[in-house]
């Protein structure tokens, strides 16, 4: 059973603190997003992948976040240094969109809880 | 930019009964998609149905069905025989149909949907 795995499930971090959330795409998909859930902005898109390459990051604070893929079974989302700003669930999802327009669908990962104390 | 609305932050239903979930978009393009997703408190995003804007048909999927209505910029989501399993968080999501940037999901904040029994 194909699925997007996150891990962690849960992080508690003190202020300051690097963290790194790590995401397994499903195997054959090209595309690789991450998103950012918090009660009051809801779910905002960070980063953007297409086969590995950056293609829209313009969410994600420059400052402070990277996102990368170092190959194509692995994406990472980094905070450093986090503050207590950035405590909410991070989403992973992927997909695959061939040449032209297509209906593929994004499969999310089960998140990653992030509380920066 | 696109946006969608959901102006309905909460809704509940009888178990049963039929609950009708609203969704607005604005956007500058005549093709895309349009979908909902469902979060139950485990956090994990199910995609519960989907609509190309070129179909004129309302999709169905089983007790759900959307109203779509293209010239209103209006998608809601309809429930039929709601379940106690259908307790959950809705996000309408919408994603544009082709160009570099237009494969990301863009959401609504959301409508928490209570099922009474």
């Known amino acids: 059973d194909a699925r997007v795995t996150q891990t962690p499930r849960h992080k508690v971090t003190e202020m300051g603190q690097e963290v790194t959330m790590r995401c397994q795409p499903i195997?054959?998909?090209?595309?690789v997003f991450w998103y950012r859930q918090t009660m009051m902005q809801g779910l905002e898109l960070l980063a953007y992948?297409?086969?590995?390459?950056?293609?829209?990051d313009s969410g994600m604070p420059k400052d402070r976040f990277s996102a990368e893929m170092p190959d194509a079974t692995l994406a990472t989302l980094k905070i450093q240094p986090s503050e207590p700003r950035d405590s909410a669930v991070y989403f992973c999802?992927?997909?695959?969109?061939?040449?032209?327009?297509?209906?593929?669908?994004?499969?999310f990962g089960e998140g990653s809880r992030l509380t920066v104390l | 930019a696109q946006t969608v609305t959901q102006s309905q932050p909460e809704m509940s239903v009888q178990e049963a009964e039929t609950v009708t979930l609203s969704c607005t978009y604005d956007?500058?393009?005549?093709?895309?998609?349009l979908f909902w997703y469902k979060q139950p408190p485990s956090r994990q995003m199910i995609l519960v149905i989907r609509?190309?804007?070129?179909?004129?048909q309302n999709a169905t999927e089983n007790r759900f069905s959307v109203n779509f209505q293209k010239a209103a910029k209006s998608f809601s989501l309809k429930i039929s025989d709601s379940q106690l399993g259908d307790a959950a968080m809705y996000f309408c999501?919408?994603?544009?149909?082709?160009?570099?940037?237009?494969?990301?999901?863009?959401f609504g904040k959301g409508t928490k949907l209570s099922v009474i029994p």
């Open positions: 195997l054959g998909h090209n595309t």
């Open positions: 992948f297409r086969n590995r390459a950056p293609l829209d």
């Open positions: 609509q190309e804007a070129y179909k004129q």
């Open positions: 956007t500058s393009e005549s093709d895309y998609y």
């Open positions: 999802a992927s997909g695959f969109r061939g040449f032209g327009p297509n209906t593929g669908e994004l499969f």
């Open positions: 999501a919408y994603r544009g149909y082709s160009g570099a940037g237009s494969y990301q999901l863009t």
